[in-house]
């Protein structure tokens, strides 16, 4: 069965600082992975995927992603913060890989000092 | 073009009440997706169809929850009778094939 374990609830950093969010997943197939980002009072927004090819990821807002296979990994980085990235965040694994559901972590609250 | 589109967005209704959630998936999407967010147990999957037929519903509940699809076009979930437990956001997403899943707003549901 595929899993998804987000590390940290909170994460906290200062503006112009580097984004790092966690994730590892465990899949018994090739994953298609996902990170969506959550802002107050909405629904959730893909933030960038990876299915197949590059490694690589990059996404909207100056996200990007790289999928490691020998870590089962999928961290979110972005170079620089800004307050209008304090949001949650959302990982998640396609269980099947042909349009089934999707695995979620239990989410990252991230937080934007000034 | 329209994203998913819910209603109504916010609910209020007393326990024991029937409540119907609506949601109509982006035009050309095979697959929709029922799920339901909490504090305490976070964003739960309760059912998705595929093609119209529901696929996995395992995450339904109890037997006071019910998810239909009479058309590519739409989808009802119901909760009958309400209980103050069930106050929860409650999030409809469609999705092509293996391509991401899109969500709609959110139905906020409330039962006191």
């Known amino acids: 069965a595929q899993s998804v374990t987000q590390l940290g609830s909170h994460v906290s950093v200062s503006e112009g600082a580097l984004v790092l969010l966690r994730c590892n997943y465990s899949?018994?197939?090739?994953?298609?992975l996902f990170w969506y980002v959550q802002y107050p009072n909405q629904g959730l927004q893909l933030l960038l995927k990876?299915?197949?090819?590059?490694?690589l990821v990059k996404g909207i807002n100056g996200f990007e992603a790289e999928f490691k296979k020998s870590e089962t990994s999928f961290h979110l980085t972005k170079p620089s913060a800004h307050m209008s990235d304090a949001a949650e965040y959302f990982c998640a694994v396609s269980e099947n890989n042909q349009g089934g559901k999707l695995i979620f972590g239990q989410g990252t609250e991230l937080s934007v000092k000034p | 073009d329209a994203g998913v589109i819910q209603s109504p967005r916010h609910e209020v209704t007393e326990m024991g009440q029937e409540v119907t959630l609506r949601c109509k998936p982006i035009?050309?999407?095979?697959?929709l997706f029922w799920y339901r967010q909490t504090m305490m147990r976070g964003l739960e999957l309760l059912i998705y169809?595929?093609?119209?037929?529901?696929?996995?519903d395992s995450g339904m509940p109890e037997d006071r929850f019910s998810a239909k699809m009479p058309n590519a076009s739409f989808s009802t979930l119901k909760i009958q009778p309400s209980e103050p437990r069930d106050s929860a956001v409650y999030f409809c997403?469609?999705?092509?094939?293996?391509?991401?899943?899109?969500f709609g707003p959110g139905t906020r549901l409330t039962v006191t």
């Open positions: 035009s050309g999407h095979n697959s």
């Open positions: 899949s018994s197939v090739p994953p298609y």
């Open positions: 997403a469609s999705s092509f094939g293996a391509s991401e899943q899109y």
């Open positions: 169809f595929n093609n119209n037929v529901p696929i996995d």
């Open positions: 990876y299915t197949t090819g590059a490694t």
